[in-house]
């Protein structure tokens, strides 16, 4: 059974920091691009970051570029977003998904979500 199962999410302080692990099972992340994704209440999923399978080339949004990083383990079949310096306006789930034709794509696999809450 294909399924991605993020994890690593929680209540932490603004300034702080979590890292998101994405982990595949059923198929192996190698032929995957990578996206991850957020969606706050009331507002519309955005794209958060992605990374390439062909390269590891890497990808982010203006507002997380310089603070969150993403990367690869393909041993672990597991992909992680580090989120540094967090703000109250990085709130939001935040799914990961695959897709074997390249970031920008249309993903064919989701996780279920894990709920980040950036908050004082």
């Known amino acids: 059974q294909v399924q991605l199962v993020e994890s690593g999410g929680g209540l932490v302080q603004p300034g702080g920091s979590l890292r998101l692990s994405c982990a595949a099972s059923?198929?192996?992340?190698?032929?995957?691009?990578i996206g991850w994704f957020r969606q706050a209440p009331g507002k519309e999923r955005e794209g958060v970051s992605c990374?390439?399978?062909?390269?590891?080339?890497?990808y982010y949004a203006d507002s997380v570029k310089g603070r969150f990083t993403i990367s690869r383990d393909n041993a672990k079949n597991t992909v992680y977003l580090q989120m540094n310096s967090l703000k109250p306006e990085d709130t939001a789930v935040y799914y990961c998904?695959?897709?074997?034709?390249?970031?920008?794509?249309?993903?064919?696999?989701w996780g279920q979500g894990t709920q980040v809450t950036v908050s004082s």
């Open positions: 059923g198929f192996t992340l190698d032929y995957y691009a």
């Open positions: 998904a695959a897709d074997p034709r390249g970031c920008g794509g249309r993903y064919d696999y």
């Open positions: 990374i390439s399978s062909s390269d590891g080339s890497t």
